[in-house]
């Protein structure tokens, strides 16, 4: 069965997400290493997190990160590739905000904030980021099918319970059965 940690803490989101590690492989926090790899360049000094195999952890897990003032969210799992965002609630409330990255297909009823944080989420479980119009991803539905230039399959997403913010959780799911068995384990560091 596949797992899925997730933490969310006042503290700096790489030392969040190597503690977090940590505990989901079971080894000591400094046994972790945390690189990045920019899916448009291949750049290893910025991008996405990803952990680095090393002799203590040779098969690492998938792992996201994301920041909203002073608030950081990490998650880790073994289902699949996998994105977080978090932003303080109410932070897409302004102007303009539904005609930059809300589509057709979007509830108009949906807090914007919490609309933003599904579709970030999803873009970097498929590691598009911004490369995909934000309209042409849907923020509502769990199963949640490919955006346009997607190379993968459909992801599992859910919104994450963090007091004052809006946050979710998205994952590319390796065996699609785990759809039914992986539950989101958020607590607080």
Known sequence: MARLLVAYAAMPAHELLRALAAEFHGVEPGRVVVGHVCTGCGGDDHGRPVLIPTSSLRSPAHVSLSRAAGMSLAAVTDAGPLGVDIEISGAADFAGFADVALGEHDDDALDPTTAWVRKE???????????????DVPAEGEAVPPPPGAPRGTAWRRDLDVPGHAAAVAVLLERPADTDRLTATVSRW
Not at 121 to 126: E, P
């Open 121 to 135: 989420a999803l873009l970097k479980a498929y590691g598009l980021g911004l490369a995909v119009d934000p309209r």
